[in-house]
Structure formats: structure tokens, C-alpha cells
């Protein structure tokens, strides 16, 4: 969508990239001056749209030569699923009609306009790191908070139009790779446990007991009551056990010669296929990214990992060929583009 | 089993080498002075085994140099039987207690002796080479027919234990990889086709209706009245029109993605697997090399696949190795001896 080429966030892995893919942070706030969303008029919609947007990028930050100015009506259903597809947008922003969005140029940073709330701040960074992903997302708060009446109430926090979000409006959460503690069957146990510390672990590609790619996201619940700093460090934590429990099983699969052959034999098709379906591919790149991580597998890396757990979405292969594709199709693209991605 | 290493005549690929694997002439001989092997007295045996080493070893032939005499009473269980798999000795010999052998350092030819038959010759080349073969079995065959008192009838030919070998004693075979018309389910029909013509069809390894490795055997079942030369240029005849219909069925498939995929993947996982069993192996090396006769993969050469459908047999891995593995260690051995010949 934009012409000049910058890298993207999510073409490197970061801290703990073992086992953590990324972080996002998201905050939720509306504006004083207008009814939420779902008692908008069209034309509030509007003014509050382009208002926020001004807010932006009318300011004096540096930040905002960063900035474009989106909407929905501009793209084609294929460029709009990659979005989704990138996490820069909610399945349900993708359904509006001429949703407006603020996108940064590496795609880190994404602010939906008028989703559920005015304003659906997110910050996205590799592996963990959730201080600096707060970071940003608190300066370009801070910045819109300067030019626009936030509806905030001493008691309550920010008011949000769902109340589950009322107080920080904040929503953490770092995006976990737990192909051993799934194979072992320890997420629903896990689930429990972070439950009762305020969080909750779910299928990010899948709800199921076995969600593809074994990728699952970890996040707060709790917003009322709790700094936000109070939240993150809780989040920290218990992320801090998963991963050390996480390595702990693989330790104990590394000398599992099937294991090994599993995860070579990934390795294996991945490199070769002439067809990969969406499903396939997420699970051997799922092998491949544990291989990776365990040493077992040394001819790609965490990066390229990454970069290709985005770039094999169906939305945006689709988007990509700039036409639309038929499934048999997609998987033909599909697989040359991860094949050549691996020789490369 | 020979110390001095000399390159093997499975290490090669030959003429029409993308569907014909290997030609072998048989001849079956048998010493008037002697009963046949099964009324044999077991000094009698004896008597005639060295009978026939000496013809050969002491004879004056520059060949005699290339020869050695085997017991398999000398050998391992494991090398026995990768005598077996290399089709040195029959599944019959093998079950001999203390069957003699005469074999030649490249293993192109081999003599059982005392087996069905006083003498089984036999002689191995790679690809389509009916008159080499013969030539160098009707060498061999003078040789010992100079020494040796053979049992010959003016009006039957060749005398043999069995009578369906009567006459000519020759049975003279191609070994054929046929993917393309076993996929698309031709072989029952070539087989009823080939029978009316006085030859024979069938699976190398395993006689059901897709055996392991799409790898037949067509040979000529006729030997009396006809002459080894007119056997053998009925089966050179049918033997090219075979080679024809496989490369037409190939040209079709050619431009099927998903025999392309089929091809690709399986020699991604012959490339990575760390646990290949036997019946995998066949599968995927069958693959590999329809993909290689066909260009579309050119990483390897039929060369390397003749050589690996030798050698990652059991027996062969496991008389490598010099002690006995369980099905489990086999695996994990022939995965490696093929990734590391393919990576090689």
C-alpha cells in the first residue's frame, strides 16, 4: 500500500525468539465528544475519523511523517484479509464499510478507526518485549491525548464502550510457540493456571485443543483496578515460566530421534513442494521454526521464520498477485514462495 | 567379502536407463556324471562343486582372476542375505546349508552352484543390454562346457532338473521401472498381453497389484524350441514397446502439478528423513527417480539411484554395519546412508 519500501517489524525476531514470535500491546479510548461507535451517525463517523487523523498527523511529532492514512474502500477484499492477516486489523474492523485506519510505515504500529472503541491503539514488536512495545504505544497516547478530549473518569480509567476494557484500557499480550507443551498436552492445564492470575492463553490460528502452528496468544484480562505497568509486569512473569517450561520439554524431545525426523522431514517439504496447503504449511513450519530453535536445523533462521508466517497467509499471497486466486491456485504460489524463500 | 574394492555393475546406469534398470541372462547347466542337486548324496555334492570351480579357475581364461569361490557357511546371516537383494543368489540358495558360489569382483556375474541346477550363470548389466549379457554368459558358458561333461540331448537341448527350463536352459530378463503405467493401473493388461507372446510379468519386490518401487521383471518363459537368440530378440522387442508406452504415460504426467509435488516432496524427504523404513524408501526412491528420467529433478543421477536400491536394502545396511540391528536401528541407518549419498 505504500509505495516506498520500508522493512517490516515482523522481518526479524526478537528477545526469547525461541519461543516468543511477538508482543502487542493495544489500547482502547474514545473521545469525549462523541457517542461510541455503535450509536455513531455516518457523518460523526466521519468528523471523528478524520479528527483523530489530524490529531496525528497534524502534530508536531516526528512520528507522524511515518504515518498513512487508510480506508477500507481503497483496497481490494484481498489486501483488507492481509491485513487481518498481518494483525493490523480485527476480523470485525475488516467487515466495516470504509473502515479508516492509521498504519506506520514498518507496520508496527496500527490504530483502527472506529472499531469497537474511537480509538484501537496497537503496538507490535518481535520476540519479548513488552516495555517497548508500552513505550510507543504510551508516547503516541500521550500525543493524542494532548490534541483530543479523551473520555477518561477518575474512578473508572478510560471508558471504554465494553466494559470489559474500562480502567487501562489496555490489552497485553505476546504471541507464544509451544509446539512441546502441546505435543505433551500441558496447555489445557496451563490455560487453568494462567487464569487464575489474570490472564488467558489461547489458539491465535485455531481455537481447537491443537491450533495450527501451535502458536498461541498470551494476554491480561484485568483492566479495572491494576496500573498498567502492574499488568505488565504480571504478564512478564507468568511469560517468563512458559518459556522455561516450554524449553524445558524440549530439552527432553531433543533426543527423540522421531522428533528429529518430524521436524527434518518439515524441513524436507518445505524445501521442495510444488503444493502447500495453508494448513500444511502451518504445521511444518511449526517443525521447522522448533528445529530452528533447537539447533536441529541450521540452513534458515528465526527471521525468515517469521517473515514467513505472515507471507504465506492466503490474503497476502492473494494480495500479492494483485488478482484473485482459486485454492489450488494459492497453494501453488503458496509453496513456490516458502521454497524459494528457503534457498535464498 | 573381497577385500580389493572394484567398482560394482549396479553403480551404473545403461542404455534406456530412465525405465530399464538392469538385464540379466540365466543359464540353467547341468554335468552328465552327476544326479541332479536334489538326489544328490552330500559327497557327491561336494565332489561336483569343485568340479565346477576348478573348470573355471583353474581354466586358462583371463576371467578365472576375476572369480571367487564362496561358501555361505563362511558368511553372516546379513551377508547372505544382501547376496539376496543384490540378486546374486536365489532366496533358495540362501536357505542352503553351505551353498557354493562363484562370484566375479564386480558382481556382474555370479554362479550358484548345486542349486536348482548344477550350474546357474548368471550374468547382470545395467540397463537395456540383452546381447552384452549373453555375450558374456555364452563366454563363460564355452568355458566351462570345454571342462565339463554337460547334459545335453540332441533333440531336447539343455537337460534341467525342472523341465520348464528344457532347451535352451536361458532365461533372459529385463528389470523394469514402470511408475507411470503402474499408476495408471496398465500392468494387469501388459501382463496378459506379454503372456501370449511367451513372456512374463511381474513385481520385483512384492507380487501384489502395485509392488514396492514400481520395479518389474519381464522375462521370456519359452526355451524349448526356439533359440537363445530368437528369445532374446522376442524379448528386446517387447521390451522397447514397454519402454515407449512408460515414456507416453510419463509425457502426460509431466505437466500434472501434483506428480510434480509427489516427486519434489519425496525427494525432500529422502534428502532429510532421519527414519526411513524399507517400504518408504522404495516408495520415495521410485519417485526420485521417475522425477530424475524426467528432468525434473536433477540434483542426482540414476547412477546414485541404481546404486541405492542396492545398498539401502536390509541385509546390505545391515552386513555393513558387521552386527545385528533391530528394524528400528535399520531405519535410522538407511535414513542416513541415503541423505548423506544424496548430499554427497
Redesign the interface.
Known sequence: MNGNYTEKWYMKSGNEGDVVISTRIRLARNLRSYPFPNRMSQPQRQQCDEKIRDALLNGNSALANHFEYLGTNDMSEAEIISLVERHLISPEFARQTDGKLLLMDDESVSIMLNEEDHIRLQVMRPGLDLDGAYETADKIDTLLDEQLPYAFDDKLGYLTQCPTNLGTGMRASVMLHLPALQEKGIIPQLANTVSKLGLTIRGLYGEGSEPKGSIYQLSNQVTLGISEKAAITNLMGITKQVIAQERSYRENMKND??T??AI??S?????????LSGDEFMRLISNVRLGVAMGIIEDINLDTISWLLISAQAGMITAKEGHSLDAAQRD?KR?SLVRNTIKS
Chains 1, 2 share one sequence.
Not at 267 to 275: D, E, F, P, Q, V
Open positions: 530421534i522421531r528429529v525426523d527434518c522431514r524441513y524436507g517439504i518445505l524445501s521442495t513442494a510444488r503444493i501453488i509453496a
